[in-house]
């Protein structure tokens, strides 16, 4: 069994704990996961906190309740018993939880965005928001529908951190036992300190047999760094060459298949939400063609950003400090070599994840993605954040086996911040067309 303590003079673990308590009644996996980047961790609980509990448009109740649409959407068990127990925590009515059909019409028209966003999310439209303000009887409101956009987001990405790390549910809860993720099986945290220091992981059997390799993957992916890095000083792209490439990595990660494991959704899982087999599907497939979303025409950082926080104060910033943790985060580590500028990684892992969403910067040279990011690799990160519910132990263990268990973690941080931008940058496009 695993050990896990925390120094008793951590005090800014202890806080971190204490306020990842407040906010869900108990401590749970995903921030005992999470511990392991604490800036991050910090981020990521004042949001939870800020959507969840304070000030906002949404009732207490409509906010988890959106929570276990969401999480069910991606057959996220263990999200959705959280939020079913929160739901009834805040006074919400048990007949709701019964199917998403029991639950107000309001919350039901809500269903058609929450399973794009989920799966497809370059299909929203201006349509389809003006359905949800214009109901005559169920309207939304703008704030309501952004603090609604950013929960659905939230727990698509979650959903994807939760089966990325393979996290279980605590020992008390249904189908819960005791702290074993596939994610940190083969080891114990035993001083849970800042991000790689101070924390000793001891390697699974992946990472041993990774060891006898003639010339291993870590080496040749600090070499293809070393590469880019001073071929990038020397020769720049066309934007007519980039196009291209970016156009060409866009039907490569079509090519790429998420984990082909069978996911039949249970019936406790499955009433709250409808359509059960819409599921992610390539957007160029069956002969439709989704135009390229320009970064520059519509970003977060000129766009989305300050939407979100004329509707909805402070969330804007919150959020914006959260993927700005993820993306920048970095401990100058990676594996057993240290003052490793690992930031040409880090872009390619975001962008790649955005280019799967048909989203393109038009300054950034996607060649660099097949350099960087091998096979395996892809195969994970689709999986993770395209259809969650089908990653595998296997799948985990089979990318960057020499790597640190932490530095694993940090990729999954990668992967939901990046998706999460993606849906609210297709969501918040639709609601910007709208109100022009």
Not at 371 to 397: G, H, W
Request: proline share 3%; charged share 20%; hydrophobic share 35%.
């Amino acid at each position: 069994m695993e050990i896990i303590q925390v120094s008793a003079e951590d005090t800014h673990m202890h806080a971190l704990f204490a306020e990842s308590f407040t906010t869900l009644g108990h401590l749970d996996n995903i921030a005992l996961v999470m511990v392991f980047h604490p800036q991050y961790l910090e981020s990521f609980l004042k949001t939870q906190h800020y959507l969840l509990q304070m000030d906002g448009p949404l009732p207490l109740h409509y906010r988890h309740y959106i929570g276990i649409m969401a999480a069910a959407r991606h057959q996220c068990s263990y999200l959705v018993n959280v939020h079913v127990n929160c739901f009834l925590h805040v006074g919400g009515d048990p007949k709701w939880l019964n199917g998403l059909e029991n639950a107000p019409q309001k919350l039901q028209n809500l269903g058609e965005l929450n399973k794009i966003l989920a799966h497809r999310p370059w299909l929203i439209t201006k349509e389809h928001i003006e359905q949800l303000l214009k109901t005559e009887e169920h309207s939304w409101s703008l704030a309501e529908l952004i603090h609604a956009v950013v929960l659905l987001t939230h727990y698509h990405s979650l959903a994807s951190f939760t089966f990325g790390c393979g996290i279980n549910p605590e020992i008390h809860c249904d189908g819960g036992h005791t702290f074993r993720p596939p994610s940190v099986s083969g080891y114990c945290i035993c001083d849970i300190a800042n991000g790689n220091h101070g924390v000793y992981e001891t390697q699974g059997p992946a990472a041993n047999i990774a060891t006898t390799e003639p010339f291993c993957e870590v080496e040749a992916l600090m070499e293809k760094l070393k590469q880019l890095q001073e071929c990038r000083d020397d020769v720049k792209a066309s934007q007519e060459e980039k196009a291209t490439r970016f156009e060409k990595e866009k039907r490569e990660s079509m090519l790429v298949c998420c984990s082909d494991e069978e996911s039949v959704p249970t019936r406790d899982v499955s009433r709250h939400f409808e359509d059960t087999s819409y599921g992610y599907k390539d957007f160029s497939r069956h002969g439709m063609q989704v135009p390229t979303f320009h970064v520059q025409d519509y970003s977060w950082e000129d766009h989305g950003y300050s939407l979100v926080n004329r509707l909805y104060p402070d969330v804007g910033q919150l959020i914006d400090e959260k993927f700005q943790i993820a993306y920048n985060l970095t401990y100058n580590t990676m594996a057993m070599h240290k003052d490793v500028d690992t930031s040409m990684l880090r872009r390619a892992i975001w962008n790649y994840i955005h280019c799967m969403f048909g989203i393109r910067y038009d300054d950034y040279d996607y060649g660099e993605i097949n350099q960087l990011l091998d096979r395996s690799f892809k195969i994970y990160i689709k999986t993770v954040v395209c259809a969650p519910e089908k990653t595998t132990n296997r799948m985990y263990d089979s990318f960057w086996r020499q790597f640190k268990h932490s530095e694993k973690v940090h990729v999954n941080l990668l992967l939901i911040e990046a998706r999460m931008q993606a849906e609210l940058l297709y969501a918040l496009r639709a609601i910007t067309r709208y109100m022009t």
